[in-house]
């Protein structure tokens, strides 16, 4: 069995050759909201102008997707940022998470209709960060106990050849990292949802609330 990597050991060693370098790349940075973002932020903005790329078709209802749009627009507006940090929203269009998610309706998170969404959304971000000539693609999701940290870096790292953009390993949730985004959720007031985004992490959601 291949061993697992060490991916927060992997972006140490980036982050120290960027810190070397004297030099301030700019990062397209997956956003799926404020909460998972707020350590990420404070993390990163010490090494990288940042470009958050809100692209999550897999949000629904548009009154959720829209509402943590309004949070990490609060976010950026309030948190010191030693660096630029700007937002980039996507248009809203759940059908590209309904078309990949049929016949996995019923699959539990971490299981393959899981896989395709972290996908579909890294693959737009990288596309996003050639289009606008970044020099690093990521996301927020390895943040989350819930995401396979794994699975989302091996994507990321064959997305990388794919789009010419350099990925940045990562595995936020390490050195406390989820402990600090409720921190820092607590602290800015932050909505802290309950379930991923898409109806069926919802419906499971209640189910464990109501013990069913």
Request: glycine letters at 6%; a neutral charge; hydrophobic letters at 30%.
């Amino acid at each position: 069995m291949t061993p697992k990597q060490n991916y927060q050991k992997i972006l140490d060693s980036e982050l120290e050759k960027i810190k070397q370098s004297g030099k301030i790349p700019t990062l397209l940075l997956h956003s799926c909201c404020a909460p998972c973002s707020s350590y990420v932020l404070e993390y990163l903005t010490e090494y990288f102008n940042i470009i958050l790329y809100y692209y999550n078709p897999n949000i629904s209802p548009e009154s959720e997707y829209k509402y943590r749009l309004s949070e990490l627009e609060r976010l950026i507006s309030e948190m010191p940022l030693k660096n630029r940090v700007e937002i980039t929203p996507a248009e809203y269009n759940p059908d590209i998470f309904c078309k990949l998610a049929e016949g996995l309706e019923d699959l539990p998170e971490r299981g393959l209709r899981c896989q395709k969404c972290i996908l579909q959304r890294l693959e737009k971000t990288a596309g996003k960060a050639h289009e606008l000539g970044a020099d690093y693609f990521t996301t927020t999701l390895t943040i989350s106990p819930y995401k396979d940290s794994e699975y989302i870096n091996k994507a990321g790292e064959e997305l990388q050849s794919l789009y010419g953009i350099k990925y940045l390993f990562s595995d936020f949730k390490k050195r406390n990292g989820y402990k600090r985004s409720i921190e820092l959720s607590s602290e800015y007031n932050l909505y802290r949802q309950n379930f991923c985004g898409c109806i069926y992490s919802k419906i499971l959601s209640e189910k464990i609330k109501g013990g069913h």
